[in-house]
């Protein structure tokens, strides 16, 4: 029915108003209905997106804002998606191989290298090699392998 009304105006835009007026009429607010209250006017300042430069993730996030900035949105996102495609294969391609060790109390097998209570199990050699992560982990937590020793 709004397209024979008002053809050119968006319906979204139309509700937004309806709902801003029937919220000032009824005194939606003062009944205990929340509302959005004050917005800021003008537009949002100009500055980059906050990533780290130290790890290289940030870096296909700065050369797709760069791509979108300069270029526009199509050639933008297949920048970043090509920079992050080959961040992929950088980091799977250098795979991190552990030595493993029992930690006391639950038998779980962790990195000796990250673990100081890890321990080495006399007579036996235990490895695990993953991929390098794609996502920065925080710090201290680490890799997970599962398994426990009974």
Do not use: K, Q, Y
Not at 25 to 39: K, P
């Amino acid at each position: 029915m709004l397209r024979w009304i008002a053809p050119v105006v968006p319906g979204s835009l139309i509700a937004v108003v309806l709902g801003i007026a029937v919220a000032a009429a009824f005194d939606l607010e003062g009944h205990g209905a929340a509302v959005v209250g004050d917005t800021d006017t003008g537009l949002p300042l100009f500055g980059f997106p906050d990533v780290s430069l130290n790890d290289l993730g940030g870096l296909a996030a700065v050369a797709a804002m760069l791509g979108v900035m300069v270029l526009d949105t199509p050639p933008g996102l297949f920048i970043g998606t090509g920079a992050s495609l080959l961040l992929l294969l950088h980091r799977s391609s250098r795979p991190v191989a552990s030595e493993l060790g029992r930690l006391p109390g639950n038998g779980h097998f962790t990195a000796l290298g990250r673990h100081r209570d890890s321990r080495r199990i006399p007579g036996w050699s235990c490895c695990a090699s993953r991929a390098a992560s794609t996502s920065p982990t925080p710090s201290g937590s680490g890799p997970r392998w599962g398994g426990s020793a009974r």
